[in-house]
Antibody, heavy 120, light 106 residues
Framework: EVQLVQSEAEVKKPGESLRISCKVS????????IIWVRQMPGKGLEWMGR????????KYSAALPGHVSFSADKSINTAYLQWTRLEASDTAIYYC?????????????WGQGTLVSVSS | DIQMTQSPSTLSASVGDRVTITCRAS??????LAWYQQKPGKAPKLLIF???SLESGVSSRFSGSGSGTEFTLSISSLQPDDFATYYC????????FGQGTKVEIK
């Protein structure tokens, strides 16, 4: 079984940079994709994109702002979501999910979520 | 982009009721439809994949049906633990979620 453990909550100011993490443990060879999902306060789930943890190939949502990106370090089985400069509108809970299938991935395993709060 | 429309947005029901949630896709997605349950402060949990396949460990009270553009999630006999928000999600092309259906106690 695969477990995803995310980094702790963050409180930041607009303009600051940030990187949050999603560490994969267990049978990591079965994880085809790490997917990032945003949930703004009181709102629904939004797909941000996905990254292949073995080679860092990424597919971003067309709606993803330019200051947001994904990366991965396969040597430590960790995926990252990063912002070059935060905006108040980035305030949300961010979930990572692991997918078994390459071609048609579902959210088979989920991290616990990381709350990012951005306020001056 | 594929759009997903869920209805109703809120559903009030009692323990023991049978409830049904509908999800419509803006184009044909075959059977590439999943359903998730989310409780407050928790991550989503996969219930159904490929429109009607029950995820391992999920109660058989949950069932899914449909193909193409019309899908349903049914809960046969609502239990206290089932009060939550449910999302459909297409995964034929990337992911798109429905807006969610909150199942609340009547």
């Amino acid at each position: 079984e695969v477990q995803l453990v995310q980094s702790e909550a963050e409180v930041k100011k607009p303009g600051e940079s940030l990187r949050i993490s999603c560490k994969v443990s267990g049978d990591i060879s079965t994880t085809a994709w790490i997917i990032w999902v945003r949930q703004m306060p009181g709102k629904g789930l939004e797909w941000m994109g996905r990254i292949d943890p073995s080679n860092s190939y990424t597919k971003y949502s067309a709606a993803l702002p330019g200051h947001v990106s994904f990366s991965a370090d396969k040597s430590i089985n960790t995926a990252y979501l990063q912002w070059t400069r935060l905006e108040a509108s980035d305030t949300a809970i961010y979930y990572c999910a692991g997918a078994l299938s390459i071609a048609h991935p579902t959210g088979d395993w989920w991290g616990q979520g990381t709350l990012v709060s951005v306020s001056s | 982009d594929i759009q997903m429309t869920q209805s109703p947005s809120t559903l009030s029901a009692s323990v023991g009721d049978r409830v049904t949630i509908t999800c419509r896709a803006s184009q044909n997605i075959g059977i590439w439809l999943a359903w998730y349950q989310q409780k407050p402060g928790k991550a989503p949990k996969l219930l159904i994949f490929k429109a009607s396949s029950l995820e391992s460990g999920v109660s058989s009270r949950f069932s899914g049906s449909g193909s193409g553009t019309e899908f349903t999630l049914s809960i046969s006999s609502l239990q206290p633990d089932d009060f939550a928000t449910y999302y459909c999600q297409q995964y034929q092309t990337d992911w798109t979620f429905g807006q969610g259906t909150k199942v609340e106690i009547k």
